[in-house]
């Protein structure tokens, strides 16, 4: 079945450094891949969209790389700031539903 | 605000008892997708719809039901509930059923509690 795997281990980060979340998936070729954010209590909100036929997209500090070979897809965020403190879900379609991994939890430390 | 607004925000029941979610999709946006989202489960797909027809499902239960109407607000409906049906229920729309279109605006959703 599919999986959508990203680490559910938190991630600590130092303000001003880049932060890199991984998204891996399993047994499927998605058309697109997409990143939300996610904060406490709150619903996700999108980020980014990237789809099979390219490698990166950037909007402002974000940058998303896909990886279709590998089935891997990369977020980083540069110059981190605490603000940026959140749970981040990547999210593929399949069969007409679009799942989500369970995203990691990102701390960017002052 | 992304515009799609959910209602009730919290709601607490006791087990065996049904309750209904409503929400209203952003203005122009034909698709409605329900979320269920616990703290070991991350978010689960339940069910889409579009223009008013199901889309396609995912492991929603059969006490769980759900429907759109001509206004296009849907309702998700929760019955004979157990204690495991706790969870956030979030509800997304889109501008589009399918077909590569991109984001899902999500509500803040709707919290459940089960006693």
């Known amino acids: 079945s599919q999986k959508i795997e990203q680490n559910s281990e938190a991630l600590n980060i130092q303000e001003g450094k880049t932060a890199t979340l991984t998204c891996n998936y399993t047994n499927y070729s998605p058309a697109y891949l997409q990143w939300y954010r996610q904060d406490p209590g709150r619903g996700p909100v999108f980020l980014l969209l990237?789809?099979?036929?390219?490698k990166e997209k950037r909007k402002e500090r974000l940058k998303v790389t896909f990886d279709t070979t590998l089935k891997q897809s990369l977020f980083h965020i540069t110059a981190s700031q605490p603000a940026d403190s959140a749970t981040y879900l990547c999210a593929l379609d399949r069969d007409d539903k679009i799942i989500f991994g369970k995203g990691t939890r990102l701390h960017i430390l002052p | 605000d992304s515009g799609v607004t959910q209602t009730p925000k919290h709601l607490i029941t006791a087990t065996g008892q049904r309750v209904t979610l409503r929400c209203s999709p952003r203005?122009?946006?034909?698709?409605v997708y329900w979320y269920q989202q616990s703290l070991d489960q991350g978010l689960q797909f339940l069910i889409q719809?579009?223009?008013?027809?199901?889309?396609a499902k995912g492991n929603i239960l059969e006490r769980f039901s759900a429907q759109q109407f001509p206004d296009l607000h849907s309702e998700l409906n929760l019955s004979s509930l157990e204690l495991g049906d706790s969870a956030l229920y979030f509800c997304?729309?889109?501008?589009?059923?399918?077909?590569?279109?991109?984001?899902?605006?999500f509500g803040e959703g709707s919290r459940l509690t089960v006693l």
């Open positions: 997304a729309s889109s501008v589009q059923g399918w077909g590569h279109t991109g984001e899902l605006f």
């Open positions: 990237i789809r099979e036929n390219e």
């Open positions: 719809y579009y223009n008013g027809e199901e889309r």
């Open positions: 203005s122009g946006d034909l698709s």
